[in-house]
């Protein structure tokens, strides 16, 4: 039983570039058993939905994936997500068969500790870790139970930047087999207003996408859907695999009638600056180049190529070209403005550049700051423009001096804080966190420029960020002692198409006085911009509900502070790194953020018969032992219901919908002999057939004649495969050769992908490959009876399988649908009233009934509440019910 109860948590956060999938195992090639599409190593993810939420660009995303092992031995089971490097995982569990595992935050140390005890004690626990690439990878691997079901959950949270006009939000698709639910839902609200929404997936082009991506806006609402079918999903019409794997990539922007916008929350404030219209500061750029022999062939033609098109866009500016090797070469001794003649002289001096020797970072640095500076002593460059510092390397310092941190020194004390330094890394194989740990301290910051093809547009991209600058030294200013917490509020330049966050909390509660003023120095003039808090606006926005989780500004506060705490510790040493190191792991614990000084273990609860026996009494002697969190959602657990769908009586058919706990009802009146489709799939090629008969009296007054279902036919046509029941016996067909059982058997037929079990005198069970199973109950009456007669009820008890075009008249609800009743009125029988149901844009009358679900007995069943819909279930289903009307059972 144990080892049933607690499944093998394999281990296993891995950062960055472990690949990962369903591993291939041998018994996949040495089985008989074939599998159904959609099933890699008997393991078949059925559901995969991001749910994301934004408010005021912070995004809370909510990745869930449910899996079942349909293998007839244990399995292990992958979870893989990729997310951005700037965002924090907050919360991750695991539910297997159930019972959930939840994720807790823990100390860096203390997590590995309690997972090297785990480990060193036979146990097993998962430890998620945020590690410093680009895009993190998350990996979760557990060994599931033959049968057994799991559901992985991560959440994570990102403050999404502006970067050249919009803010964009990356999802990383890769599901590695088609999925049943595949779905991105994408929630955005922006008390600003949204201005332009845009969402587009590198893997297939928006056309081909149709229906599956949906996207709109109006107002502050933002609204994403990508929910890709089946066969939308495959790579091409016949193939199984998924064509899903890439970016989709959401991008939006906000509108920008002021300069800023302040929303305050619980005593949490957010100013988003980022003013439109300014004329572009002149800057004067140094361009620090390495030339060293690593950068010989396709790295320094792609350099090139990005510097003639930087070019192209350099008019009032100044410039001047720093190559560094084993020495130090320019273009020119001083700046250059960039007139005509002396751009075209600077593409002829690019187009020169010749690859030789050693790497010296430290001299390149050092004379293109010393130029800059001198430049600005001299005036030979205009007063009001600004200057920056574009360091390009490939690889380590190796010739001169060559300490990373003595370089840092060097450069520190050389700019002392006047302008920016953007340090560019080429490639992968140098010292990333020197190149940014520079870049930080000098106001600055570092990229990676990818060896690729594209890097030539990588290197004009981050160019295109800096280019415009709109004002230099900007200084964000709060009501003074009325501020705590407050995140870096000055910044060197604002660039056009970024945005200046700040937040802070407020210490007194008068919020109507707030007020920010923000300085800075245009090309022109100085300025300061005034912002006020609306706070009608403010509560007008705060309604919506829907669209906003709970203390977005808090968690944002709290994010852009362990964000700023964590850079700025990059550079600290001693006593002031312990402190800073302190405080942003005090943030991250108190919100839940795994960052680089914390961890998510995943715990399995001890395993022994004490706690699972508290855990089945729940209650008693609570306050006496401390209870795991495992175990209370021991305690906690329900089984899930599933949805059912059938079809029993004269015909009634049911539909209860989960979401509601709630079921519709209607009734098919047809003459005897019409046959009726119940079920139509064509990408698993199932189909149901059922056959009306009518009741004994020889009357054909359809008015008082009861009819029902005497006969169905089951049809799985990639299988070639049939089974006819009737209420005398069942008939299966398999390649076309027959077998026939009696209802007197008890039997159970098994063979591949497909299990059929006779209960004598009871029901049918057929299951095609344990995603789809559906019970064929018989109903017996008196022989003798004048009236009435044999007849099956047919009920669908699992139906995950079924692909999203599944129809006929219960195959049509198998995919979530929403109703709504209201308006509930006393109706012409008064234990039964009459209500309005909306329902797929119809408004029907309905009226309270009741029907039985006959599954665990035949004579009796269990009452099932429902709305009837009456006249043939007009407006529920879609189109008429004759719609519905086949010529024959198969
Ligand atoms: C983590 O997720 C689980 C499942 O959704 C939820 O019950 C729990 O409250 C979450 N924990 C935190 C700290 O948000
Ligand atoms: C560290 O924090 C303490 C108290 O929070 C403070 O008194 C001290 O000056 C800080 N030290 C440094 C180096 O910042």
């Not at 404030?269 to 361009?287: D, E, S, T, Y």
């Not at 977005?552 to 964000?563: G, K, S, V």
């Not at 792991?585 to 395993?607: A, G």
């Not at 009586?649 to 003459?671: M, R, S, T, W, Y």
């Amino acid at each position: 039983m144990a080892s049933a109860w607690w499944p093998c948590l394999i281990l296993a956060l891995l950062s960055g570039l472990a690949a990962s999938g369903f591993p291939r195992s041998p018994f996949l090639l040495l089985g008989k058993r074939s599998l159904p599409e959609g099933v890699a190593n008997g393991v078949e993810v059925y559901s995969t939905k991001i749910n994301s939420k934004v408010t005021s660009r912070f995004a809370h995303n909510v990745v869930t994936t449910r899996a079942v092992n349909r293998a007839d031995t244990a399995k292990e089971v992958s979870f893989d997500v990729e997310l951005p490097k700037t965002a924090f995982i907050t919360n991750f569990t695991l539910t297997i068969d159930g019972v959930t595992y939840p994720g807790n935050v823990k100390e860096k140390e203390v997590a590995k500790k309690q997972y090297e005890k785990a480990i060193s004690q036979g146990k097993t626990a998962g430890l998620v870790k945020a590690s410093g690439r680009k895009l993190e990878k998350f990996t979760v691997s557990v060994n599931v139970a033959a049968g057994s079901k799991v559901t992985f959950e991560l959440t994570y949270e990102e403050l999404l930047k502006r970067h050249k006009g919009k803010y964009e939000m990356y999802l990383k698709v890769q599901p590695k087999q088609l999925i049943k639910h595949f779905e991105i839902d994408v929630d955005i609200f922006e008390p600003q207003g949204i201005s332009m929404l845009d969402a587009e997936a590198s893997f297939i082009t928006n056309d081909l996408l149709g229906s599956a991506l949906t996207k709109s806006f109006s107002g502050k609402k933002g609204h994403v859907s990508f929910k890709p079918s089946l066969d939308q999903q495959r790579s091409c019409p016949t193939c199984t695999d998924s064509l899903l794997n890439g970016d989709f990539t959401i991008t939006y922007d906000v509108n920008r009638e002021s300069p800023g916008n302040v929303q305050i929350v619980n005593g949490y404030f957010v100013h988003f600056f980022a003013p439109q219209g300014l004329p572009v500061v002149p800057k004067n750029v140094a361009f620090v180049i390495d030339i060293s022999g690593s950068m010989a062939g396709r790295k320094l033609e792609q350099t090139k190529e990005a510097l003639l098109r930087i070019l192209e866009d350099m008019e009032e500016d100044y410039l001047n070209f720093i190559l560094f090797s084993g020495d130090v070469s320019t273009w020119k001794e001083h700046l250059v403005q960039a007139t005509p003649e002396n751009l075209q002289e600077a593409r002829t001096f690019v187009k020169s550049m010749e690859d030789k020797g050693m790497t010296n970072i430290n001299d390149g640095l050092l004379r293109g700051i010393s130029m800059l500076n001198k430049a600005r002593e001299e005036h030979r460059v205009p007063e009001r423009s600004t200057s920056i510092v574009i360091m390009l390397t490939d690889g380590d310092a190796n010739v001169g001096e060559s300490r990373p941190e003595k370089i840092q020194e060097n450069v520190r004390n050389a700019i002392g804080g006047k302008f920016p330094l953007y340090n560019l890394g080429f490639g992968n194989n140098l010292n990333y966190n020197f190149l940014e740990n520079m870049a930080l301290e000098n106001h600055g910051f570092a990229r990676r420029i990818y060896e690729d093809s594209d890097a030539d547009l990588q290197l004009q991209g981050f160019y295109e960020e800096v280019a415009n600058p709109l004002l230099t030294g900007v200084e964000m200013e709060y009501p003074e002692n009325a501020i705590l917490g407050l995140t870096q509020n000055t910044y060197q330049h604002f660039y056009d198409g970024s945005e200046i966050v700040v937040a802070g909390h407020l210490v007194g509660e008068d919020v109507n006085s707030f007020k920010a003023d923000v300085k800075g120095h245009g090309a022109a003039n100085d300025l300061t911009f005034t912002e006020e808090v609306d706070m009608k606006e403010m509560e007008k926005a705060l309604q919506e509900r829907d669209y906003i989780f709970g203390n977005y500004i808090e968690r944002l506060w709290a994010y852009l502070t362990i964000e700023q705490l964590l850079e700025k510790r990059k550079n600290a040493h001693g006593e002031e790194k312990e402190n800073l190191t302190a405080q942003a792991l005090d943030l991250s614990l108190k919100y839940h953020f795994v960052t680089p000084l914390t961890s998510m273990v995943v715990t399995k609860p001890e395993d022994n018969e004490d706690e699972r026996a508290i855990a089945d009494k729940p209650g008693e002697d609570a306050e006496a032992t401390p209870v795991s969190p495992a175990m209370s959602y021991l305690t906690s657990y329900q089984p899930p219901q599933n949805p059912y769908y059938y079809v029993d009586g004269d015909p009634h058919f049911i539909i209860q919908v989960p979401e509601k706990d709630d079921a519709l009802c209607f009734n098919i009146n047809e003459a005897p002999g019409t046959v009726l489709r119940l079920i139509q799939d064509p990408v698993t090629g199932l189909t149901v057939n059922g056959q009306i008969v009518g009741d004994k009296r020889s009357s054909p007054d359809s008015k008082t004649r009861k009819t029902y279902f005497g006969k169905l036919g089951i049809a799985n046509a990639q299988m070639d495969f049939q089974v006819e029941v009737t209420t005398e016996k069942i008939t299966l067909w398999n390649r076309a050769v027959p077998s026939t059982f009696s209802w007197l058997d008890t039997v159970t037929v098994t063979q591949d992908g497909l299990s059929m079990m006779i209960n004598r005198k009871k029901n049918m069970v057929v299951s095609f490959g344990d995603g789809v199973t559906f019970v064929v109950v018989l109903h017996q009456v008196w022989k003798k009876h004048p009236v009435h007669r044999d007849f099956l009820g047919f009920y669908v008890v699992d139906s995950h399988r079924m692909s999203a075009q599944t129809h006929g008249l219960l195959g049509q609800f198998f995919q979530p649908f929403d109703f709504k009743v209201f308006d509930i009125r006393p109706g012409s029988d008064p234990t039964k009233p009459d209500a309005t149901l909306m329902v797929k844009n119809h408004q029907l009358t309905v009226t309270r009934g009741s029907q039985r679900d006959y599954r665990k007995d035949a004579s009796i069943g269990t009452k099932v509440v429902c709305w009837f819909v009456h006249n043939n279930g007009e407006g529920l289903i879609d189109g008429v019910h004759t719609d519905y009307i086949v010529p024959n059972l198969f």
